[in-house]
T-cell receptor
Framework: EADIYQTPRYLVIGTGKKITLECSQT?????MYWYQQDPGMELHLIHY???????EKGDLSSESTVSRIRTEHFPLTLESARPSHTSQYLC?????????????FGPGTRLTVL | KNQVEQSPQSLIILEGKNCTLQ??????????LRWYKQDTGRGPVSLTI?????NTKSNGRYTATLDADTKQSSLHITASQLSDSASYIC?????????????FGRGTQLTVWP
């Protein structure tokens, strides 16, 4: 079991609210990722980081932002939530840059925007 | 266009039976292929990884095969158990850029009945 944590696990909020999804890992991994996953669909990469002070946008256009001030922490923020943001958000980390390095996933945050 | 297609979309089998899940991909150039298991409400967990030169890899009752020429992979589950009920996701890593990227399939939803 990987030591990567996400909070909250479930969140129901109203439109227009600002939210932050937390992700932390205790494995000292440099690479971290945020994915969005809808039921029955593939994971889509929305943000990633190579290390402290490094953040990049992924393949899926997202209105969210991320920060990487500490190695272990990679929070994702939505400034103004909308119903279209309803989805499952998965955080992952990877020990190095090798293609064969495993990505370890957190349990996910299920977000519902009313 | 790089893609990963999985079949069947869903599968129901009885406990103790074997099953085989399929993954076809068009990702090129190819680096490696992973199979992940994702329990409901959890993040994916890596089962196997195969590089170009490997054509089979086992992890307990899970055996993955890879035919890099035809760009096909399969995941065979032997003597299924109720705990095998999950989504199984095929993920292909390309090596087209310095760090490569991952292409996710939509998964096969496996249900094991007692």
């Amino acid at each position: 079991e990987a030591d990567i944590y996400q909070t909250p696990r479930y969140l129901v909020i109203g439109t227009g609210k600002k939210i932050t999804l937390e992700c932390s890992q205790t494995m000292g991994h440099d690479k971290m990722y945020w994915y969005q996953q809808d039921p029955g669909m593939e994971l889509h990469l929305i943000h990633y980081s190579y290390g402290v002070n490094s953040t990049e946008k992924g393949d899926l256009s997202s209105e969210s932002t991320v920060s990487r001030i500490r190695t272990e922490h990679f929070p994702l923020t939505l400034e103004s939530a909308r119903p279209s943001h309803t989805s499952q958000y998965l955080c992952a980390s990877q020990p190095g840059l090798a293609a064969t390095d495993t990505q370890y996933f957190g349990p996910g945050t299920r977000l519902t925007v009313l | 266009k790089n893609q990963v297609e999985q079949s069947p979309q869903s599968l129901i089998i009885l406990e103790g039976k074997n099953c085989t899940l399929q993954c076809n991909y068009t990702v090129s150039p190819f680096s490696n292929l992973r199979w992940y298991k994702q329990d409901t409400g959890r993040g994916p967990v890596s089962l196997t990884i195969m590089t170009f030169s490997e054509n089979t890899k086992s992890n307990g009752r899970y055996t993955a095969t890879l035919d890099a020429d035809t760009k096909q992979s399969s995941l065979h589950i032997t003597a299924s158990q109720l705990s095998d009920s999950a989504s199984y996701i095929c993920v292909v890593h390309d090596r087209g850029s310095t760090l490569g990227r991952l292409y996710f399939g939509r998964g096969t939803q496996l249900t094991v009945w007692p």
